[in-house]
């Protein structure tokens, strides 16, 4: 199956950027994720610099309803930031793309260094 027009436009701007496999991989799978999300929403092909910043917020906020895993969910915002930057948006169009977090302090490990989490703040 190829990809849809969308995925394409963000795998150019992967290969503008220089994102490594990890983060390319990352990248196809939330944007696969937010094409689902909004399509609705739109009724002709979904170009990049049409998209609507409120609609990927709502996915943000969606998102980080569900995440369990605060680092992915924070990696996931920075590809949807990553892409559109480089499609051409501007940073404070994209303010809504955030979410809260929290650093705990956990106990030191065995060697004594000192160890953080991070949550999401409701």
């Keep these: 199956m190829s990809d849809s027009s969308l995925l394409e436009q963000v795998k150019r701007c992967a290969d503008?950027?220089?994102c490594n496999d990890m983060m390319r991989v990352i990248m196809a799978k939330v944007w696969l994720e937010v094409e689902q999300s909004i399509?609705?929403?739109w009724?002709?092909?979904l170009q990049l610099q049409d998209l609507d910043v409120a609609?990927?917020?709502g996915f943000v906020e969606m998102r980080s309803k569900q995440s369990i895993d605060v680092e992915l969910l924070l990696l996931e915002i920075t590809c949807i930031r990553m892409v559109l930057?480089?499609?051409g948006f501007l940073h404070?169009?994209?303010s809504g793309l955030s979410v809260r977090i929290k650093r705990e302090r956990l106990a030191n490990d065995e060697s004594?260094?000192?160890r953080f989490t991070k949550r999401l703040c409701t």
């Design 55 to 57: 609609l990927l917020a």
């Design 85 to 87: 930057l480089q499609s």
């Design 92 to 94: 404070n169009q994209l």
């Design 16 to 18: 503008k950027i220089g």
């Design 112 to 114: 004594g260094k000192y």
């Design 39 to 41: 399509a609705p929403f």
């Design 43 to 45: 009724s002709h092909p």
